[in-house]
Every structure is written in C-alpha cells, then in structure tokens.
Nanobody, 118 residues
Framework: VHLVESGGGLVHPGGSLRLSCAAS????????MGWYRQTPGRNNEFVGG????????YYAHYVKGRFTITRDTAKNTVYLQMNNLKPEDTAVYYC????????????WGQGTQVTVSS
C-alpha cells in the first residue's frame, strides 16, 4: 500500500491548512493511520492518529485542540485539519500507517511541507 500526502503550503500564523493522505488500498488493512512531522535538528514528532476499527482520534499535547484528524473510509483517505497554526508547526508532515498486528507505524508517505510564517 502506498500513501500520498497533499495539501501542504505556506500559511500565516493563526491560519489553517488541511492535509490529505490517500492510501492506495483499504485503510482497514492497518491498525491505525497517523501523522508525524519532522524539522531539521528535531526527531520525528508524533502528531496524532485515528484507529481503523472505531475511528477514534488521539493527539499529541502540543497540537490538541488545534488539529483534527478525520477519515473518509470510502475514499481510503485520512485528513489532518490544522487550525491556529504557529511558526513552530513548520515541518515536513508525513502520513503513516500502523501495522495491523504490531501496531507500529511502518508505512510512510513521501511528506508534504508546511511552513507557517508571516
């Protein structure tokens, strides 16, 4: 299964962006779908995820209340709605899929750049 992200770009502080992650196969073949981000000099940061069985979403504390993960199971697509963006949210955002058995995120998209700047 391949994951393809889209929707990144440049936005002013306080603005919004929505990222999409389209899977080439069924998202139900994974335990969960998630989002990570990476900036130079920082480790890959977990942003949030959504479980396949019941669609429950969970978030890292630094984005909770600002970011929302949803899914369209008919389109095998997961979304990351990002509101009230801050300069520290600037990163390459990666979509990831968690293995059905281990629960480990081990399938990755190519990433999409999000830049928050005035």
């Amino acid at each position: 299964v391949h994951l393809v992200e889209s929707g990144g770009g440049l936005v002013h502080p306080g603005g919004s962006l929505r990222l999409s992650c389209a899977a080439s196969g069924s998202i139900f073949s994974f335990h969960a779908m998630g989002w990570y981000r990476q900036t130079p000099g920082r480790n890959n940061e977990f942003v949030g995820g959504i479980t396949s069985t019941d669609g429950d979403a969970y978030y890292a504390h630094y984005v909770k209340g600002r970011f929302t993960i949803t899914r369209d199971t008919a389109k095998n697509t997961v979304y990351l709605q990002m509101n009230n963006l801050k300069p520290e949210d600037t990163a390459v955002y990666y979509c990831a899929a968690a293995d059905l058995e281990s629960g480990a995120y081990n399938t990755w998209g190519q990433g999409t750049q999000v830049t928050v700047s005035s």
